[in-house]
């Protein structure tokens, strides 16, 4: 089992922080938790100014994605997630955003 991650996440590629908005409507300590297809539109302030350049896209997760909890047929995003980042990062989770709700 793994803590599930909320919008109050701390995610980053590795070079700087990214943020990631959600509208589910499941909320735990008051934050929409983070769905598989919310990561499409994920924001980075990547300083990573040596080419191939900043990170600025998610290639498929490898880890991290809950087979049992869905929020309107999508995946829930658990603090386990692991992900390669184009052109050159990695998803780190510093935190997931909460401690009540885990799943996996």
């Given at each position: 089992?793994?803590?599930?991650?909320?919008?109050?996440?701390?995610?980053?590629c590795?070079?700087?922080?990214?943020a990631?908005?959600?509208?589910?409507?499941?909320?735990?300590?008051?934050?929409?938790?983070?769905l598989?297809?919310d990561?499409?539109?994920?924001?980075?302030?990547?300083?990573?100014?040596?080419?191939?350049g900043?990170c600025?896209?998610f290639?498929?997760?490898?880890?991290?994605?809950?087979?049992?909890?869905?929020?309107?047929?999508?995946?829930v995003?658990?603090?386990?997630?692991?992900?390669?980042?184009a052109?050159?990062?990695?998803?780190?989770?510093?935190?997931?955003?909460?401690?009540i709700?885990?799943?996996?």
């Amino acid at each position: 089992m793994a803590q599930v991650l909320t919008t109050d996440a701390v995610l980053n590629c590795g070079h700087g922080k990214i943020a990631v908005s959600s509208s589910a409507a499941l909320h735990v300590s008051g934050n929409p938790v983070l769905l598989q297809g919310d990561f499409a539109t994920a924001k980075f302030a990547c300083a990573n100014s040596t080419p191939p350049g900043p990170c600025n896209a998610f290639a498929a997760f490898t880890a991290g994605v809950s087979t049992v909890l869905k929020v309107n047929g999508q995946p829930v995003m658990l603090a386990s997630a692991k992900a390669l980042i184009a052109p050159k990062g990695d998803l780190v989770v510093t935190s997931p955003g909460q401690t009540i709700l885990d799943a996996k």
